[in-house]
């Protein structure tokens, strides 16, 4: 019960509605991605900023660092990789030139990869007003290991890029040259 003597706020009803009410907000803003990574790099300057000048929780700034890492990877990664295509029954990326067009799908979509990133830096954020999670360690080591560990991983996902012919990437849609070639045709046709 509450202070008022109702009970309904404390029920599992309500805390289905309160998650409904929210994933309603989150539907509502899926078409607006600017807006929507705009917020993101609002929050993550915040916590860079918090970072910064605290002068800490450089633990937390590091497992963030492999957290997003890890979405990264699932982010440019086919959700059905063509190296183990044989397991699956799904759709597959096309490996030789003969193969029927597939579009490219993601393992974790945009909107996921936006969501779990924005958490995470929540998350992070709240845990600098937690001195426990405040470990003392020399920040370079970590920064550069970080840095190792990307600079692999992501050589790693461009070969496989490379390999199995596939760019996670689209801007816009696709132009072709028939036109041009067409009209220069016609303009050749008239005396």
Known sequence: ??????ASSSTPSSAVTKFQSFQHFLDKTTPFLLYR?????????????????VEGFYVISYALGIYILNLLIGFLSPQVDPEF??????????????????????RVPEFKFWYSITKAFCIAFVLTFFSA?????FWPILLFYWVVLFALTMRRQIRHMLKYK??????????????????????????
């Not at 990437?169 to 009209?183: L, V």
Request: proline residues 8%; aromatic residues 18%.
């Open 1 to 6: 019960m509450d202070i008022n003597g109702d």
């Open 37 to 53: 990574w705009i917020a993101f790099f609002f929050i993550a300057l915040l916590y860079v900023v918090r970072v910064y000048l």
């Open 85 to 106: 295509q044989d397991l699956s029954d799904g759709p597959t990326l096309p490996t030789r030139e003969t193969d029927e067009f597939r579009p490219f799908v993601r």
């Open 133 to 137: 999670f405040d470990v003392p360690v």
């Open 166 to 191: 596939y760019v996670p990437f689209s801007f816009g849609k696709q132009r072709y040259g028939g036109k041009k070639a067409a009209s220069s045709e016609s303009e050749d046709l008239l005396p």
